[in-house]
C-alpha cells in the first residue's frame, strides 16, 4: 500500500527519494514534531477501516503544489497522517516504511 501511495503524491518518480529521505529524516529524529504532531489521539486509529479511505481522509489542502518542494511538504505529513491510523506503534510503522524502501 505504501508503495503505491508514492504516485498518489503526484511527484515524479526522480523526486520520491527526496519524499522519502524527508520521512525517513522525521522517524529517526530529524523532524521528530512531524510523526508527533500528526499522531492519533487514544482511539483515533480504526483497524478495520479500508487504508486507502483513512490516508485519502487525511489529505489536507495545500495551496503550494507547483513546485516539488510543496509536494514534498504536503506529502509527507499526508503520510504521517495516514499510516499511524493504519499501523499501530511507531516501530511497526517504522518497519514498513523501511522495507517500502527496500
Not at 508514492?6 to 523526486?15: E, G, I, V, W, Y
Not at 521528530?32 to 483515533?44: H, Q, R, T, V, Y
Not at 510503522?93 to 522495507?99: F, G, M, Y
Request: charged fraction near 25%; aromatic fraction near 10%; charge should be negative.
Amino acid at each position: 500500500m505504501i508503495d503505491e501511495w508514492f504516485p498518489s503524491t503526484d511527484l515524479a518518480h526522480c523526486d520520491w527519494e527526496m519524499l522519502w529521505e524527508q520521512v525517513n529524516s522525521a522517524l529517526c529524529g530529524g523532524f521528530p514534531w512531524l510523526f508527533k504532531d500528526e499522531a492519533p489521539k487514544p482511539n483515533g486509529t480504526i483497524p478495520d477501516e479500508d487504508p486507502w479511505k483513512v490516508i485519502e481522509r487525511r489529505k489536507g489542502r495545500n495551496k503550494d503544489l507547483k513546485f516539488v518542494n510543496g509536494v514534498i511538504n504536503h506529502s509527507a505529513p499526508w503520510l504521517a497522517r495516514g499510516v499511524q491510523r493504519i499501523i499501530p506503534g511507531q516501530a511497526m510503522v517504522k518497519a514498513v516504511l523501511h522495507q517500502a524502501e527496500t
